[in-house]
C-alpha cells in the first residue's frame, strides 16, 4: 500500500497580476488574482475533506520578477500511525508561470495528494 501525502501549499500574496481557470473540472473561468488563489484553494481544500493533509501559507512561490500568481507545493509522506512528522519533503512542484496551463485550480490539490508520482516532481514556464 502506497503512503498518504501531505502538502504545504504556498501562494505569494504580494504578486500582481491574474490568471484565468475554473476552480473545479469543466467549471466556469474566472479571473483569479493571488489572494483569490489562495482563497479558493482554501475553500477546495475544505469542500475535499483534506484539511487535515494540506496547509496553505503565504510566501514566495518563485518567479517574483514577472506577475504571478504563483503557487509551489511541498510534498510530505504522512506519518504512520504513532509516528511525528520528521519535515522531510519527498518531492514538490511548482506552478511558476503556469498555472493557467491546468485544467482547474482545483488539479493543484488533486494531482498533489495522489502517491505514486516520482519524486522532485516540478512544473514551470521552462517545462510547457
Known amino acids: 500500500m502506497r503512503q498518504r501525502r501531505s502538502l504545504v501549499i504556498t501562494v505569494c500574496p504580494n504578486e500582481p497580476g491574474v490568471v484565468v481557470l475554473p476552480l473545479e473540472r469543466g467549471g466556469r473561468a474566472r479571473r483569479l488574482d493571488a489572494r483569490a488563489v489562495a482563497h479558493h484553494l482554501a475553500a477546495l481544500t475544505a469542500a475535499r475533506g483534506v484539511g487535515d493533509r494540506v496547509t496553505l501559507r503565504s510566501a514566495c512561490a518563485g518567479g517574483c ?28 512542484k511548482t506552478y511558476v508561470y503556469s498555472l493557467g496551463d491546468l485544467d482547474c485550480l482545483a488539479r493543484v490539490i488533486d494531482e ?16 510547457r
Not at 66 to 82: F, H
Not at 112 to 127: F, M, Q, V
Request: glycine share 16%.
Open 65 to 92: 520578477t514577472s506577475a504571478g500568481p504563483n503557487v509551489g507545493v511541498t510534498i510530505y509522506p504522512e506519518p504512520r500511525g504513532g509516528e511525528s512528522s520528521d519535515h522531510v519533503a519527498t518531492g514538490w
Open 112 to 127: 498533489n495528494l495522489k502517491a505514486g508520482r516520482g519524486p522532485h516532481t516540478t512544473r514551470t514556464s521552462i517545462d
